[in-house]
């Protein structure tokens, strides 16, 4: 069940007396990464020429994410982007549906959203300074005009900015409505002395759905369809233009 009580990250693993701890957002972190990490070896383990059962899942998950790489970013650097963008996207799906299992979503935390953003920002630059070396990366911030260089620095700046705050606001936003319809059921159960199955469960049943299901799906996907979007930006050069 969701709670308002503790929006931000909550210590639950101290050492040293609590001067040093651990988050329920790292803890969780860990345990979605360990997920893909433990998924990617027993799935690898026996490969075999036709795949089958988990291998055939696993090859269907790269196929896909190097597929939906390609849509945006050309077919030579999709191959060397893919395996950044499919991390990203599953990492972030399956963190933000934390709260289908009661947890409080990974992403929920702002410093979450900070730390995948900034990642992202700094895929950009190289992929830029990479297409268009260094003079180039510095130059493209002054076209088509000179005075245009302040104002591109300060878009670039604002980029992980404005990745971190859509994907945070929208899954804490979700967490935060599905506490108060649970709050609400509660209270009205316990005025009416009631405990039907179908308020505390069959009511909320289609919000959780959305907010824990769909809602993480869809902010994961754009926030990934963005970060593809402004790494193909940076592979155009001038010449390209």
Do not use: C, W
């Not at 990203?88 to 992403?107: D, E, K, M, Y």
């Not at 609400?184 to 049943?205: E, S």
């Amino acid at each position: 069940m969701h709670s308002t009580e503790h929006l931000g990250p909550r210590k639950i693993i101290g050492f040293f007396d609590g001067s040093v701890f651990i988050t329920e957002t790292v803890f969780f972190a860990i345990i979605v990464a360990a997920v893909m990490i433990i998924f990617a070896l027993i799935s690898t383990r026996k490969l075999e020429r036709y795949p089958k059962g988990l291998q055939l899942v696993a090859e269907l998950i790269v196929d896909g994410m190097y597929k939906l790489t390609a849509t945006i970013i050309d077919k030579k650097n999709a191959e060397i982007h893919a395996p950044y963008i499919g991390t990203l996207l599953i990492f972030a799906t399956l963190g933000s549906a934390a709260g289908l299992f009661g947890f409080r979503p990974v992403t929920a935390d702002v410093n979450t959203a900070f730390a995948l953003s900034t990642i992202t920002f700094f895929v950009i630059q190289k992929s830029s300074i990479k297409t268009r070396g260094i003079i180039g990366h510095l130059k493209h911030y002054a076209e088509p005009y000179p005075f245009m260089f302040p104002i591109m620095v300060i878009k670039d700046l604002s980029l992980p900015i404005s990745l971190a705050f859509r994907l945070f606001g929208n899954i804490t936003g979700g967490m935060i409505i599905m506490a108060f319809v649970f709050k609400a059921l509660h209270a009205i159960t316990d005025g009416l002395n009631i405990g039907i199955p179908f308020f505390q469960f069959m009511i909320p049943l289609p919000l959780n759905l959305f907010f824990d299901v769909f809602e993480p799906i869809l902010q994961s996907f754009i926030f990934t369809t963005l970060t593809m979007a402004f790494v193909s930006m940076a592979l155009v050069t001038h010449d390209d233009h």
